[in-house]
């Protein structure tokens, strides 16, 4: 099992420009997430996942779009990157939205917007 | 959910215990106390969790006081590779969901241990 993996794991982005961040999980999970951490911050929830299909939104929504067409993949979408979009993207799984504590995060991806 | 107080840093000697406590005073009878860290630059692992009783697993134990005010986790033996920020987080287990099903994150302990 590779758990969660992320990528690309580093990418500089110009203000305007768009980007999908990759988020795949190979242990069946019903649920993930997307959060982000800024420097001095703990992590914010930005959307989730329940199930194939079924997306919602977190604490920092906006800016982002999400989708969920596997159980497998779950990607963020940035449609015209802005500065305050800079910072460190965490992807995590977990078994079922029950269980949603229990999570699993993926490595990261680093993302700066000039 | 609760919110959790914790102090900033600690440092703790390698091969000894460390001991990390997390206030959490407004805790409501349904809610866990769930803890995490974080190596730097890696994303967060689970460590524990539990209610009221104490809990240990190979990694750590919890320590949960009578009235659920505070917790305690307790690394036994403490080795380099244990520096993180160890995060404390308190939720209830059955969520109702809306808007925010999420983990909250604050700013945690970071945990340096000294050779």
């Known amino acids: 099992n590779a758990g969660v993996t992320q990528t690309p794991k580093f990418q500089v982005l110009k203000t305007g420009q768009s980007m999908t961040l990759q988020c795949a999980q190979d242990?069946?999970?019903?649920?993930m997430s997307w959060y982000r951490q800024d420097p001095g911050m703990g992590l914010r929830l930005i959307h989730y996942?329940?199930?194939?299909?079924?997306?919602d939104q977190g604490e920092v929504p906006n800016g982002y779009n999400v989708s969920r067409s596997t159980t497998e993949d779950f990607p963020l979408r940035l449609l015209s990157a802005a500065p305050s979009q800079t910072s460190v993207y965490f992807c995590?799984?977990?078994?079922?939205?029950?269980?949603?504590?229990?999570?699993?995060f993926g490595s990261g991806t680093q993302l700066s917007v000039l | 959910d609760a919110k959790t107080t914790q102090p900033p840093s600690m440092d703790c000697a390698e091969g000894r215990a460390a001991n990390l406590p997390c206030n959490h005073s407004?805790?409501?009878?349904?809610?866990?106390v769930y803890w995490y860290r974080q190596i730097h630059s890696q994303g967060p692992q689970y460590i524990i969790h539990?209610?009221?009783n104490n809990e240990t697993n190979e990694m750590a134990s919890l320590i949960i006081t009578e009235d659920r005010k505070s917790s305690t986790l307790i690394l036994p033996h403490a080795t380099l590779r244990d520096t993180a920020v160890y995060y404390c987080?308190?939720?209830?287990?059955?969520?109702?969901?809306?808007?925010?099903?999420?983990?909250?994150f604050g700013k945690g302990t970071h945990l340096i241990i000294q050779p």
């Open positions: 995590a799984s977990a078994e079922t939205r029950v269980f949603n504590e229990k999570l699993f």
């Open positions: 242990m069946n999970h019903e649920y």
């Open positions: 996942s329940v199930g194939a299909g079924i997306t």
């Open positions: 407004t805790i409501s009878g349904n809610e866990y």
């Open positions: 539990g209610l009221k």
């Open positions: 987080i308190v939720r209830a287990y059955m969520y109702s969901g809306g808007g925010a099903d999420g983990l909250t």
